[in-house]
């Protein structure tokens, strides 16, 4: 099984930009699509933006234009950078397969806040 961990979360104004990174274990991630996904308190978690092995991209309407998902398949590493980031994105980001999920990692917490 996969180990996936993300980082580069943090607290920032409306307007600024993060750059999210997610750390897959395992040789076979190039071989995943693979998903950026985020949870509120009390909400189901979301697909915010999915990138398959090919590197073919999809996103959720709510963050087309502003986020953009990719993949460097050499390091096992997948990215998710995040620019005009709005109050609503504030949430803790996880990067899984996708569409079907395995385990959970910890996830990285982004606050988007004035």
């Known amino acids: 099984q996969a180990q996936l961990v993300e980082s580069g979360g943090g607290l920032v104004q409306p307007g600024w930009s993060l750059k999210l990174s997610c750390a897959a274990s395992g040789s076979i991630f190039r071989f995943y699509d693979m998903a950026w996904y985020r949870q509120t308190p009390g909400a189901q978690r979301e697909l915010v933006a999915g990138?398959?092995?090919?590197?073919?991209?999809n996103y959720a309407d709510s963050v087309k234009g502003r986020f953009t998902i990719s993949r460097d398949n050499a390091k096992n590493m997948m990215y998710l950078q995040m620019n005009s980031l709005k109050p609503e994105d504030t949430a803790v980001y996880f990067c899984?397969?996708?569409?079907?999920?395995?385990?959970w990692g910890q996830g990285t917490q982004v606050t988007v806040s004035s």
């Open positions: 899984n397969r996708w569409p079907l999920p395995g385990s």
């Open positions: 990138i398959s092995s090919s590197g073919r991209t």
